[in-house]
């Protein structure tokens, strides 16, 4: 690869994510720009892979699917236990399964795949072109955890527990970023990194420290 190629891949890969952070930093003011930042994260790989047949460098390929699963549900444990660790709460929710039903779902289909297509299938692969493996997977690790403080989610009155603005929370954002991150770069299949993030926040979920339910009264 040329450096030329190289540094349009890093710009691009800049360019999407400055766009991404600020899309995600409106939804503190207009609430609906939440709505679109997942849109945006789901739609520009799905897009990317139709018009230019790069399906297989974003992950979505079907090849060793058993491996995927199989790397996935590993990194999405230990990511458990590093969050369980992290969160204040430590014990199921009170409406656990009120939770679960609407999270399970919302994680797997929505959450965990906005992200992961965007970080892990688009994002990940062109700063490791520009970059290399080891400072690809390091530089869309550390993108991903300052990602998550343009959210409006955290917070003393917002819907997750998660303690992100202490020291614990930026190195368990980056620990389990590097777990999806690694995890995909083993197996070449975003089902991996798919599968431990769902995991990951199902598990947030049921400990009652992200809620996709409106508070109560």
């Not at 090849?63 to 199989?70: F, K, P, R």
């Not at 970080?119 to 300052?146: K, N, S, Y």
């Amino acid at each position: 690869m040329t450096r030329t190629t190289a540094n349009r891949h890093l710009f691009e890969a800049l360019g999407v994510f400055g766009l991404f952070c600020a899309l995600t930093f409106a939804s503190r003011y207009i609430p609906a720009a939440l709505h679109a930042t997942a849109m945006f994260g789901l739609l520009l790989p799905l897009a990317w892979g139709t018009v230019t047949g790069q399906w297989a460098e974003m992950g979505f390929a079907v090849d060793n699917v058993a491996s995927a699963l199989g790397w996935g549900f590993g990194t999405g444990l230990v990511s458990c236990l590093v969050g369980f660790l992290t969160v204040p709460e430590r014990s199921l929710a009170p409406d656990v399964g009120l939770q679960l039903a609407v999270g399970v779902p919302m994680w797997l289909l929505l959450v965990s795949p906005f992200q992961e297509f965007l970080f892990r299938g688009w994002l990940q692969p062109r700063w490791e072109w520009a970059l290399g493996r080891r400072w690809g997977l390091l530089v869309a690790t550390l993108a991903f955890t300052a990602w998550h403080y343009c959210l409006p989610i955290f917070g003393a009155s917002a819907q997750s527990s998660f303690p992100l603005y202490t020291v614990k929370g930026p190195v368990a954002t980056f620990a389990a970023g590097l777990l999806y991150g690694y995890g995909f770069q083993r197996t070449g299949s975003i089902a991996t990194a798919w599968l431990a993030h769902a995991i990951a926040g199902i598990m947030f979920v049921a400990l009652g420290a992200g809620s996709f339910l409106p508070a109560g009264p």
